[in-house]
């Protein structure tokens, strides 16, 4: 069995596919929170901080799982993934206490740790139209974020957050089957490339690009991890005139998150033809006004905004993955993929704690958006410092 797993590879629905149940998993909590608080008896301000471990796992954790992929293989790894987070999930849904869901989240994030340093290199092995596709494998990913309040809405109407839980993990399980039974060989195949590069295969500049990615990770983990945890809960506040079901609700921000994701998909067809440059000080821009004019409105002018707000928040994600690409060469992608990850999921945890501070001491939950905007003037500042490199030069 393990050599049949190892050094293999899949075709990019199922890498698509692990992207959407990773993003899932991961926002289950973010629905089920305020079930989850009212059965332990505690406020949604209180029990929030129990899920910043689980997220500093899933970035903290992602030099562990790529320098386990190299060593021993992605595909194994990614094997590893499925079934180590379906197992997580149905565990979580056991706990008896604030402190076993704490751990059960935590145990998801560092199996979730595991897909992007990995199943993105496997992504990234295949040249051809590294953008694109990197785009499409983001729509999943969104997708997840987009069905999880959707789907465990549902749930909650007929259930509790443990069963939200308990189904995630068990369908993991049987998607994991599915995966080990779609591996097949991997054929290597060697790049061309124009660009001048170094004797290790980087690409001249990646000095810039590097920090400017660095830049880029930090603030957009913090305002990716914001408006994917809070947008669900910041609905039921804002949207009171329009619905009070958490199941409206949770399909409300299933909707803003289905239809901004395809942007990824426009955003990795602009950087294959023109310079991702010029896409990034675009789309930093649109972050700093759309964010904060979603913090300014509710019911349904809140929606219209927020579809916009994360359509920018969403469409800056294949940038990053598709410039990292270009500088720098396979061998080096996983652990410079894992550091990326490890910046973004962890400033992104960072969130929580914030947020419940904030919310404790008297902030109200559309301040935490407008800090969001102003965090966003950092990505800005980042396009500057990326160098112009052409798409025909990687």
């Not at 009070?244 to 289905?258: K, R």
């Not at 469409?315 to 990292?324: E, H, R, W």
Request: with cysteine.
């Amino acid at each position: 069995m393990i050599s049949h797993i190892r050094n293999r590879t899949v075709n990019d629905l199922f890498i698509n596919i692990s992207h959407f149940l990773d993003h899932f998993i991961m926002l289950i909590f973010a629905k089920a929170t305020y079930d989850a608080g009212r059965r332990f008896g505690v406020s949604y301000e209180q029990i929030i901080g129990y899920r910043t471990l689980g997220l500093v796992l899933f970035g903290a954790c992602a030099p562990i799982s790529a320098r386990l992929a190299d060593r021993y293989s992605r595909s194994l790894m990614m094997v590893v993934y499925h079934f180590g987070i379906g197992v997580a999930a149905i565990l979580t849904s056991f706990a008896q206490s604030l402190i076993g869901v704490m751990m059960g989240l935590a145990l998801i994030g560092v199996f979730a740790s595991i897909y992007h340093p990995v199943g993105i290199a496997i992504l990234l092995k295949q040249k051809e139209k590294i953008a694109f596709r990197l785009g499409i494998n983001g729509v999943f990913g969104n997708m997840g974020v987009a069905f999880a309040p959707l789907i465990i809405g549902l749930i909650l109407l007929f259930d509790d957050w443990r069963m939200g839980f308990m189904l995630s993990g068990l369908f993991c399980l049987g998607y994991g089957l599915i995966f080990v039974a779609n591996l097949k060989t991997q054929h290597d195949s060697q790049p061309t490339q124009s660009a001048k590069t170094n004797k290790y295969g980087f690409v001249d500049g990646w000095h810039r690009a590097l920090l400017a990615l660095a830049l880029i990770t930090s603030a957009g983990g913090f305002i990716f991890g914001g408006m994917t945890f809070l947008v669900p809960r910041y609905f039921e506040l804002e949207m009171q005139n329009l619905t009070t079901s958490v199941a409206i609700t949770g399909l409300l921000a299933s909707i803003v998150y289905a239809i901004a994701s395809f942007a990824q998909i426009g955003v990795g067809w602009l950087i294959d033809r023109i310079s991702a440059k010029t896409v990034l000080l675009c789309i930093a821009v649109g972050q700093v006004v759309f964010v904060f004019l979603a913090a300014s409105f509710s019911d349904l002018a809140l929606l219209f905004f927020m579809i916009i707000a994360m359509s920018f928040v969403f469409g800056q994600i294949p940038i990053t993955d598709a410039v990292m690409s270009r500088y720098v060469p396979d061998s080096w992608r996983g652990r410079i993929l894992s550091i990326k990850f490890l910046l973004n999921l962890c400033i992104g945890a960072s969130v929580l704690p914030l947020s419940s501070f904030m919310l404790q001491t008297g902030y109200q939950m559309s301040d935490l958006f407008s800090v969001m905007s102003m965090i966003a003037c950092l990505i800005f500042l980042s396009g500057f410092i990326l160098p112009s490199l052409h798409r025909n030069t990687a």
